[in-house]
């Protein structure tokens, strides 16, 4: 059984045992294995509103609900980073080539999280965006 088939209680348990093994001694393998554990979570349509950053859930009413779109998974992969104190930043980006806008995760400003679902780009992917808004942990937790 997957961590999204769990109850809610339980999901936040194994989140938080999930948060505690991310070794930021093997950066990219972590972010390998983040990426992997949140894309077996059930996709929803639109959960949340990307350009209202006022309105999103925090990490423990995220993860307790379930509910998520691929902005939700990029919200709560920075949140799972940010509270094993890895240095993140969630951006809203536009790629007009690809028809992406979306929240995507920069990773000690090399990798990035959210723009391919289910794997981990170098920063280089973004060559075609445009960054549209910037939260850092202040603006998230």
């Keep these: 059984m997957t961590q999204w088939m769990a109850p809610p209680t339980e999901r936040l348990k194994k989140w938080r045992s999930f948060r505690q093994s991310i070794d930021k001694e093997n950066l990219e393998e972590s972010l390998q294995e983040l990426v992997d554990w949140f894309k077996t979570a059930p996709l ?3 959960v949340i509103d990307v350009y209202d950053n ?3 859930p925090g990490p423990w009413d995220l993860l307790y609900a379930g509910d998520m779109d691929e902005n939700a998974i990029a ?3 920075a949140y799972s980073l940010q509270l094993a104190d890895v240095d993140c930043e969630v951006m809203l980006v536009q790629d007009n080539k690809i028809s992406f806008l979306g929240l995507v995760v920069l990773v000690d400003k090399t990798y990035v999280l959210g723009y391919t679902y289910g794997q981990v780009d170098k920063k280089s992917a973004l060559v ?3 960054v549209l808004e910037r939260y850092g942990s ?3 937790l």
């Design 128 to 130: 075609n965006c445009n």
């Design 75 to 77: 919200l709560a992969m």
């Design 138 to 140: 202040k603006d998230l």
């Design 44 to 46: 929803s349509s639109r």
């Design 54 to 56: 006022e309105l999103w």
